[in-house]
Nanobody, 115 residues
Framework: QVQLVESGGGLVQPGGSLRLSCAAS????????MGWYRQVPGKQRELVAG???????TYAGSVKGRFTISRDYAKNTVYLQMNSLKPEDTAVYYC?????????WGQGTQVTVSS
């Protein structure tokens, strides 16, 4: 059974930074592609960053150069370092496989960027 638990969200001022964590169980990160997604009320969930099957990373254009995805195999954890945050980054952030599995969505972690 796959379980993904996101943490690290919070309230931050524009220009600030946060690091999100996704602790995974029931899934082995080095044989599964993983991604970070976000959702704003009334809009579809979107891919923010992810690891592709060839081991490279992919980012949404709106976060490229500001966000960095990484993973720790020993801890079976995926991270999202978010720098230079903007109000439009406000959303609930989720991790999941890439492409996402419907059974694996967790509770997400709220990120609010506001002064």
């Amino acid at each position: 059974q796959v379980q993904l638990v996101e943490s690290g969200g919070g309230l931050v001022q524009p220009g600030g930074s946060l690091r999100l964590s996704c602790a995974a169980s029931g899934i082995i990160l080095n044989i599964h592609t993983m991604g970070w997604y976000r959702q704003v009320p009334g809009k579809q969930r979107e891919l923010v960053a992810g690891f592709t099957r060839d081991g490279s990373t992919t980012y949404a254009g709106s976060v490229k150069g500001r966000f960095t995805i990484s993973r720790d195999y020993a801890k079976n954890t995926v991270y999202l370092q978010m720098n230079s945050l903007k109000p439009e980054d406000t959303a609930v952030y989720y991790c999941n496989e890439l492409p996402p599995s419907a059974r694996s969505w967790g509770q997400g972690t709220q990120v609010t960027v506001s002064s």
